[in-house]
């Protein structure tokens, strides 16, 4: 009797502990959905091939997947104010061939990789000021900012131009880590997530784009600055597509007028999937981190099965609706809580 | 004055300078000729080419004015062209009229279940119409290569053919297709009380449901009548190539489609929408984008004309730009009385 009374107070605790632990934690549950998807991925991948988890694979994972990285983390910056910004993979294009075409006429590289990011924070920084001083819906903004990227791009060149330039060169050398590698590119990718989230979390400027997200009026009502900051991030998304289209062009050895077509909508599937509310507010940067690797991750299983790549696009739709659903469902629950 | 208030003037104004430009530019762009009963030349093509963006902005009008978004148009043309090549690749007798019928009233189908899908997502599960449409957009391209084996099927056809490029009368098929599109759906919406509930949900949801309006459905609706039209599109595009190209078919039209509609006047914040401004719009996408042809430049250096196109309108409808217009109008000494919606908009 008294036994069933304790294991059943125990189970009540631990329901209660459950319960106020994702009460209190409930904005990091899709981010936990995702790292346990991730972990299954990975172990599930590693059982059914047996040579899955290999250092040569977990290092390409990184590698293959830089440029999407950066990208995801300007685009958090965007979707946690509730803005979104479709224009980083023209942008990540534009800047990239605009590199190898000023690589190719003999400008130095010190000079063009700054240019790169200025023209890509250049961009953001047209889609930050119509949408802030004039009003645009951002969805519209940024499809400007999408036309204007790729048109740009086929101006700049119609066709890929080669770099041979030895500091992107060094940029995609691989640097043995024990049986690991790692190349400058993912140094830079895994710094731009390290930077992103300490801005997010430990500066002025982060706490106000999650208050942005959460409410605007209160935000501008409490003083904080709301149009600097809504600016600023389409600015750093823009900046993102530079890198990214710096790290992409020494990754491939080429800037191509049609890298990233659709990128985008990877980048904002990946955003999603690594817990970022899309109606603002709430969002990690080492969420959307996680993310690209859940997306990497599916699409080195499919080339491992040797099944089309295609599918890789229904699995990540397929998981961006389970998602979707799930973070539907958070988010009515903890309205009817209030 | 009167006709300048018209909701529709600056839109058509818009058009009608660019058709006027390009005829100075190049006289030879007006210039029809009658062939063998059949009409020729640029305004011609116009009419023929922007038949599956006009059915896709179509779909796309109804679904903004209930405040959604169909970002999945051209995946679902991806997916309805990939079905109907299939079909007739795989049928004994391509050139057959019945297996033309059949490749093409499933294809249609398989648009309409694609838009129930999204519709269930959007109205039953909740889902923001932008994530929602996402979803298949990335899918189902994916779905459309798996369909086509990763290859371009290309099928030699007559009867399917003649749906993209044959002629009726004088004029092409393909114009009488989105003709009797847009004269079905105007008649459904402004003949019956659709459109009002529409722009109803579209206006205040809320509101509306609190007056019995059934939101859920006409929303539902919206998003089946985007997959059905989007279909015809894909239909209409693989007949004008004869290729089920997965990547290829439908590439951005969901931008272009969007962009059609806001320059006829429908808000993207939903609520009145119309199909008159949808028409203008789309005739001066395709006439803008026959344009940069006609000039010469490369058409992948298109979308920088395409952006400052959707840069300078956004602007034009920007109240801020509104106020200003007032204050050099003021200078000037030519009395605008700011109406109240745009002292409203200032306010906010």
Same mark, same amino acid.
């Given at each position: 009797m008294s036994t069933t009374d304790t294991t059943a107070r125990q189970s009540t605790d631990v329901a209660t502990t459950i319960s106020t632990f994702t009460g209190r934690y409930v904005s990091l549950l899709p981010t936990f959905a995702a790292i346990t998807i991730l972990i299954a991925l990975l172990v599930g991948a590693e059982l059914y091939f047996g040579n899955f988890l290999t250092p040569r694979n977990v290092s390409a994972l990184l590698l293959d997947n830089a440029y999407l990285m950066v990208l995801a983390v300007g685009m958090t910056f965007v979707i946690v104010t509730a803005g979104i910004d479709l224009s980083v993979g023209s942008v990540m294009a534009f800047?990239?061939?605009?590199?190898?075409?000023?690589?190719?006429?003999?400008?130095? #590289?010190?000079? $063009?990789?700054?240019?790169?990011?200025?023209?890509?924070?250049?961009?953001?920084?047209?889609?930050g000021v119509l949408v802030q001083y004039f009003n645009v819906q951002p969805f519209i903004a940024s499809l400007a900012g999408l036309f204007l990227g790729r048109g740009l791009a086929y101006v700049v060149s119609l066709n890929s131009i080669r770099v041979e330039d030895p500091v992107l060169v060094w940029m995609r050398t691989r640097i043995p880590l024990g049986d690991f590698y790692i190349a400058p590119t993912g140094i830079i990718a895994i710094f731009t997530v390290i930077i992103g989230a300490l801005v997010m979390h430990f500066t002025r400027f982060g706490?106000? #784009?999650?208050?942005?997200?959460?409410?605007?009026?209160?935000?501008?009502?409490?003083?904080?600055? $709301?149009?600097?900051?809504? #600016?600023?991030?389409? #600015?750093i998304s823009g900046l993102c597509g530079g890198l990214a289209g710096l790290l992409l062009t020494a990754y491939t050895g080429a800037g191509y007028p049609?890298?990233?077509?659709?990128?985008?909508?990877?980048?904002?599937?990946?955003?999603?999937?690594?817990?970022?509310?899309?109606?603002?507010?709430?969002?990690? $940067?080492?969420?959307?981190?996680?993310?690209? @690797?859940? @997306?990497?991750?599916?699409?080195?299983i499919i080339s491992f099965m040797g099944a089309e790549q295609s599918w890789t696009h229904i699995i990540v739709g397929v998981l961006l609706l389970v998602f979707v659903v799930v973070q539907r469902a958070i988010v009515s629950r903890s309205q009817q809580k209030e | 004055m009167k006709i300048v208030k018209h909701r529709l003037f600056w839109p058509a104004a818009a058009l009608v300078t660019l058709l006027i430009i390009n005829t100075i530019a190049n006289p030879n762009f007006a210039r029809v000729t009658l062939q063998d009963g059949q009409l020729y030349g640029n305004p011609i093509n116009i009419l023929r080419e922007s038949a599956p963006l006009m059915l896709v902005a179509l779909g796309m009008t109804l679904v903004i004015a209930t405040r959604g978004i169909d970002l999945s148009v051209g995946a679902i043309m991806a997916v309805s062209g990939a079905v109907a090549l299939t079909i007739l690749d795989a049928s004994e007798n391509p050139g057959g009229l019945g297996s033309v019928a059949v490749a093409v009233v499933v294809a249609v189908l398989v648009g309409l279940v694609l838009g129930v899908w999204n519709?269930? +997502?959007v109205s039953v599960l909740g889902i923001q119409p932008i994530i929602a449409t996402l979803v298949l957009m990335l899918a189902g391209r994916g779905v459309a290569l798996l369909i086509t084996g990763g290859f371009i099927t290309t099928v030699n056809s007559a009867p399917y053919k003649f749906i993209a490029t044959g002629y009726l009368v004088v004029l092409p098929v393909a114009f009488f297709i989105w003709v009797a599109a847009v004269v079905i759906v105007s008649v459904l919406e402004r003949r019956t009380a659709l459109g009002m509930l529409t722009e109803a949900v579209g206006i205040n949801p809320e509101a509306?449901? +609190?007056?019995?309006?059934?939101?859920?459905?006409?929303?539902?609706?919206?998003?089946?009548?985007?997959?059905?039209? /989007?279909?015809? /599109?894909?239909?209409?595009? /693989?007949? !004008?190539?004869? /290729?089920a190209d997965a990547n290829s078919a439908g590439y951005l039209i969901e931008l272009y489609a969007i962009l059609a509609v806001v320059l006829g006047g429908t808000s993207l914040m939903g609520g009145k929408f119309s199909i008159a401004g949808t028409v203008i719009g789309v005739m001066t996408v395709q006439a803008l !984008?026959?344009?940069?042809?006609?000039?010469?430049?490369?058409p992948a250096q298109a979308p920088v004309f395409f952006a400052a196109v959707v840069i300078i309108v956004v602007l034009l409808q920007s109240p801020r730009v509104h106020s200003y217009g007032r204050s050099v109008g003021q200078l000037l000494g030519v009395g605008v009385k700011p109406t109240r919606e745009d002292k409203k908009e200032v306010a906010a």
């Open positions: 800047t990239g061939i605009l590199g190898a075409s000023l690589i190719a006429s003999g400008i130095p #590289v010190i000079i $063009v990789i700054p240019v790169m990011l200025v023209a890509g924070a250049a961009i953001g920084l047209l889609i706490r106000t #784009v999650y208050a942005v997200g959460g409410s605007e009026q209160s935000t501008r009502l409490m003083g904080l600055n $709301v149009a600097r900051t809504k #600016v600023m991030v389409y #600015v049609r890298n990233g077509i659709g990128t985008e909508l990877d980048v904002i599937a990946v955003v999603v999937i690594g817990g970022t509310l899309l109606t603002g507010g709430r969002g990690y $940067v080492l969420g959307s981190m996680i993310g690209v @690797f859940v @997306f990497g991750t599916i699409k080195t | 519709g269930f +997502l509306s449901r +609190l007056a019995g309006v059934r939101s859920r459905g006409i929303i539902w609706t919206a998003y089946i009548a985007s997959g059905v039209l /989007a279909g015809i /599109a894909g239909v209409i595009f /693989a007949s !004008n190539t004869m /290729a !984008n026959s344009a940069i042809l006609f000039l010469g430049v490369p």
